[in-house]
């Protein structure tokens, strides 16, 4: 058992920092190629899986230390084939568990299987709400298959969650989306919009929204809640960029939210990986209560004495702890910065520069501006990786 003593403390100075939500990223490797996933661009550089007795160790050990919500995500989770056996073990574990998928690669059988493994919740996201577009932004075919297993899930007892990431390219058609997810029957539909991490920043131009559509989003979500009331509740997230304040991004770096890719490397949030110079400790070579409490990594944007200004006299940094390090980082090059989503950022303009763009733009040339999908060719591409390195 954790000796509690040995914790850090949160940044709200409310309780021990504890691993309470724990992402496990199974897999980079996924049948779709969607231009706003928020995976790293460098997956066709990253190492080798590690193996179920490894992520039956991180379970455990993070148990051990408080974590109790567990995310199976990806890439696409289902295709490990070790997916039931992790599904058991966190149930045995006492974890509630979230698989996080596309319905590529399940059947019903499978959702049977995943049934009985103990599998609390299933999220499904769609593109779109038609079979053209949803294709074309996943790269393959895969709405009728998802709206099938979309069916299934209910059929098996599981309340129906669906996800529909929001962007430039079919935020217009909220309210087919809308209908498609009553149709469905959907309990819970996630409408996030876009947020520009991984490949959704190289994509930022073709699919940050207008300030126009945005509105017209959030006010048809708003006409059909009202309708639908509690029969369907609709989340709607706003994209940062229209924010004038940041987010407290993982509610604090290292309080509670613990990421562990799928070559075993422990993040504080599914973006880390990118910042440069950090030496993000490995599940293959620590326990997750070394990583926890002691890695430098971990340690190093835990409480505000690492801010600079303006955030360190700011009222508001008990609030935000000064944003997101990787957005600061990916939209100034400082991960120290003040996060540039804040209008008292000396970088907020990159922002708002962003927002003017996307909304002066003509709309047939944004529209015509091609994607870059999520495979491994382009991520060499970006990378500079040469075809048949691995
Ligand atoms: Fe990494 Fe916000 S996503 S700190």
């Not at 126009?212 to 609709?234: C, F, I, S």
């Not at 120290?336 to 733009?361: F, L």
Request: with cysteine; hydrophobic share 35%; proline share 6%.
């Amino acid at each position: 058992m954790i000796d509690v003593e040995r914790l850090p403390a949160r940044h709200d100075g409310n309780g021990p920092a504890r691993p309470l939500w724990l992402l496990a990223e199974l897999t980079y490797a996924c049948p779709l190629q969607c231009p706003y996933c928020s995976n790293p661009t460098e997956m066709a550089n990253i190492g080798r899986e590690i193996d179920t007795d490894a992520w039956i160790r991180v379970l455990r050990e993070a148990r051990d230390m408080g974590a109790t919500q567990l995310g199976l995500s990806g890439g696409e989770p289902l295709v490990r084939k070790d997916l039931e056996a992790i599904v058991s073990e966190a149930r045995g574990l006492g974890y509630y568990t979230n698989l996080i998928t596309s319905g590529i690669g399940m059947d019903d059988e499978r959702v049977g299987r995943l049934h009985e493994a103990g599998l609390d919740h299933i999220q499904i996201s769609f593109q779109a709400s038609n079979e053209q577009l949803n294709d074309f932004l996943g790269g393959t075919s895969s709405f009728e298959q998802k709206k099938e297993m979309a069916r299934r899930i209910k059929a098996h007892g599981y309340p129906m969650v669906l996800n529909i990431v929001l962007h430039r390219k079919n935020i217009d058609d909220i309210a087919e989306i809308l209908d498609m997810a009553e149709t469905l029957e959907a309990d819970y539909v996630e409408l996030a919009n876009t947020q520009y991490y991984g490949w959704a920043l190289e994509n930022k131009d073709a699919l940050l929204p207008t300030r126009e559509q945005l509105v017209h989003a959030e006010r048809v979500t708003n006409e059909y809640r009202e309708r639908l009331g509690n029969r369907m509740k609709l989340y709607y997230v706003v994209p940062d960029y229209y924010e004038d304040r940041p987010k407290a991004c993982m509610s604090g770096w290292g309080d509670i939210f613990l990421t562990i890719t799928p070559d075993g490397m422990a993040l504080p949030c599914h973006a880390a990986r990118q910042l440069p110079n950090i030496d993000f400790p490995n599940v293959k070579d620590h326990s997750i209560d070394e990583i926890w409490c002691e890695s430098h990594a971990f340690n190093m944007f835990r409480g505000l004495d690492w801010m600079k200004e303006p955030c360190r006299s700011c009222d508001e940094r008990f609030k935000d702890y000064g944003g997101c390090r990787c957005q600061a980082y990916m939209l100034t090059g400082d991960m120290y910065a003040a996060d540039p989503v804040c209008s008292k950022s000396p970088d907020h303009h990159v922002v708002t520069d962003a927002v003017a763009r996307a909304n002066e733009r003509d709309p047939q040339e944004a529209a015509a501006q091609p994607l870059i999908f999520r495979n491994p060719k382009n991520s060499k591409r970006l990378h500079g990786l040469v075809d048949g390195e691995p």
